[in-house]
């Protein structure tokens, strides 16, 4: 059973845990997940595309991520989500942490944190071994194609996760 901790609102640990996808957060607690933006040195991004078993967000395009576990640091989750998803081991890239932002669901017990990462390099394609039971399919996007995906509603986390498409940054 996979358990995930508790934060307070200043992304401490409260020394609590929850069982993953129990939605059982009171007001002013939350759980912590990462989303890992891999990012090709053409400018081009990794996205995959969630299966349609999905009870939530079917066939919507997204960057990789996941839950943090119980005890597990940020920066681990996101290398071991990153890696699960996709593949590829982005330790030793170029890049990593850039921000973070909080969303509250009050009264759905499913507040969170998100860790934003990006990571950059020279890879081959044919380094990319996506796990099939969570992605039907991936692509290197531009930014325009992400924007577009967005504009149509149909790409996760964008508004909130925008800004890391900026190279210039």
Excluded at 28 to 56: N, P, Q
Excluded at 119 to 132: L, R, Y
């Amino acid at each position: 059973m996979e358990l995930w901790d508790i934060y307070d609102a200043d992304k401490k640990r409260t020394g609590r845990t929850m069982k993953k996808n129990d939605w059982c957060l009171k007001d002013g607690e939350y759980h912590l997940t990462v989303l890992g933006v891999v990012r090709h040195t053409d400018g081009r991004f990794l996205i995959t595309k969630r299966v349609m078993t999905k009870a939530w967000a079917p066939g919507w395009w997204e960057v990789s991520g996941g839950a943090v576990q119980a005890g597990e640091e940020s920066k681990d989750a996101v290398l071991r989500e990153v890696k699960e998803e996709t593949g590829l081991d982005v330790s030793d890239w170029e890049g990593g942490y850039l921000f973070s932002y909080k969303r509250e669901n009050p009264g759905e017990g499913d507040n969170y944190f998100v860790d934003i990462y990006r990571f950059t390099a020279d890879f081959d394609v044919s380094d990319i071994n996506i796990q099939t039971e969570e992605t039907d399919g991936y692509m290197l996007a531009t930014v325009e194609e992400i924007e577009t995906f967005a504009a149509q509603g149909i790409f996760l986390h964008y508004d909130s996760i925008k800004q890391v498409f900026d190279t210039a940054k």
